[in-house]
C-alpha cells in the first residue's frame, strides 16, 4: 500500500509549486525570445522588457525591417497545446500593427498579421516602401509550407519606371510547392508582381509588364526590365 506523503513532504512540495508558478509569471521575455534563437533569422531589437507575459520590445528589427515599439505576449491557451504564440501588437493612428509569430511541433510561421509596416530597403531594385497584410497567415511545417492565408499590398513610393502604380499590388496568399506565393496584381491588370518565399527566408520576385506601347518600353528598359514576348520583365532574389 502507497503511504500517503509525510507532513514534511508536503512542507516542501507547496512551496517548490509557488516558486515554479512565480517564476513562470515573471520570465524575462528577453530571455525567452534568446531561447527561441530568433536572433539567428535576423529578429534583433533595441531593448526587450517585461515578462513573457507582459512584455515589450522597442525598436524591433526583422532583418531590414523595423516594426518600431510592440507589446508582446504568449499566448496560454497555444502552450497548453504544446506550441508557441507570441502575440505583437503596435498602436498608433493609422500605423497600428498586430500578429503573432508561432513555432511548435515542426512548424513555424506568422498568424494573423494585419496592419503595414514599412518595407525598409527589402526590394533594393524596387522603390516599394510599404507592406500592407490583411489577416495573413503563414504557416512552414519543416521545409513546406502548409498554409497561407490572407492578403498582402505592396505600396511603391511614388513612380516605377513610369508606371503609375498610386494604389500599388494586391493580391492573396497561397502555398506553391515548399514556398509560400503572394501573386499581387495592379489595379489595372497590367502589372503583376510574383513573390516566393521560402521557409529559409529567400525569396524571388518577378514583375511582369503587359501591354506596354512604344513611348513606354525605354523606360521600362532603363529599369533594368527585358522584353520577353509580349511582357517586360524583371527578376529580383534576396533573403527576408
Known amino acids: 500500500m502507497t503511504r500517503p506523503p509525510s507532513l514534511s513532504r508536503r512542507a516542501l512540495i507547496f512551496p517548490a509549486a509557488a516558486c515554479l508558478l512565480a517564476l513562470a509569471a515573471f520570465f ?10 530568433l536572433g539567428a533569422h535576423g529578429v534583433t531589437a533595441r531593448q ?8 515589450k520590445i522597442d525598436g524591433l528589427m526583422l532583418g531590414p525591417v523595423g516594426l518600431g515599439d510592440v507589446d508582446a505576449a504568449l499566448a496560454p491557451g497555444a502552450l497548453l497545446l504544446g506550441r508557441i504564440r507570441l502575440d505583437l501588437a503596435r498602436e498608433g493612428q493609422g500605423d497600428a500593427l498586430r500578429g503573432a509569430w508561432i513555432s511548435g511541433f515542426n512548424r ?15 526590394f533594393p531594385a524596387l522603390p516599394v516602401n510599404v507592406l500592407e497584410w490583411q489577416e495573413v497567415t503563414v504557416e512552414f511545417s519543416g521545409d513546406s509550407c502548409a498554409r497561407a492565408e490572407g492578403r ?11 508606371l503609375a502604380l498610386s494604389r500599388g499590388l ?7 510547392g515548399a514556398a509560400v506565393l503572394f501573386p499581387l496584381v495592379s489595379q489595372t491588370g497590367m502589372e503583376r508582381l510574383s513573390l516566393r518565399i521560402q521557409p529559409d527566408g529567400r525569396y524571388s520576385a518577378r514583375i511582369a509588364v503587359k501591354g506596354v506601347k512604344d513611348d513606354a518600353a525605354a523606360g521600362l528598359l532603363a529599369a533594368g526590365m527585358r522584353a520577353q514576348d509580349e511582357d517586360y520583365v524583371l527578376s529580383l532574389e534576396g533573403r527576408m
Open 28 to 37: 524575462p521575455l528577453r530571455i525567452a525570445l534568446d531561447l527561441a534563437g
Open 48 to 55: 526587450v522588457r517585461g515578462s513573457v507575459w507582459d512584455g
Open 108 to 122: 513555424k510561421g506568422m498568424a494573423d498579421v494585419t496592419g503595414s509596416m514599412a518595407a525598409g530597403g527589402l
Open 152 to 162: 498582402l499590398r505592396v505600396r511603391l513610393n511614388g513612380p516605377y519606371a513610369g
Open 170 to 176: 494586391e493580391g492573396p496568399a497561397t502555398c506553391d
